[in-house]
């Protein structure tokens, strides 16, 4: 299984940025996807994740209203939306898949660097 993350990238606070995720490798697609962050010194955070099959979505606090993870079954690929970006978004973000919905997340991409500038 192989998850590959990209999308990153250098943008202004208030702006946007879309993160794709593109899974390969899983013969089945009953799993979650999530999207978490680590800012430098900090530990890793969880940010969304959404149910591959359903679609159902949840959210940390921290982002919600302003970032919208979403996926596209045909191209085996997930998405981050995130619109109003702030400095305290910077960190390098990683997708991840959670095989059997129970929080342990079996496999991980490689991580893509947003920087956020006031």
């Known amino acids: 299984v192989q998850l590959q993350a990209c999308g990153g990238g250098l943008v202004q606070a208030g702006g946007s940025l879309r993160l794709s995720c593109v899974v390969s490798g899983l013969t089945f697609n009953n799993y979650y996807m999530g999207w978490f962050r680590q800012a430098a010194g900090k530990d890793r955070e969880f940010i969304a994740r959404?149910?591959?099959?359903?679609?159902?979505?949840y959210y940390a606090n921290s982002v919600k209203g302003r970032f919208t993870i979403a996926r596209d079954n045909a191209k085996n690929t997930g998405y981050l939306q995130m619109n109003s970006l702030k400095p305290e978004d910077t960190a390098v973000y990683y997708c991840a898949i959670d095989r059997l919905g129970d929080a342990h997340w079996d496999y991980w991409g490689q991580g893509t660097l947003v920087t956020v500038s006031s």
């Open positions: 959404i149910q591959w099959r359903g679609g159902g979505t």
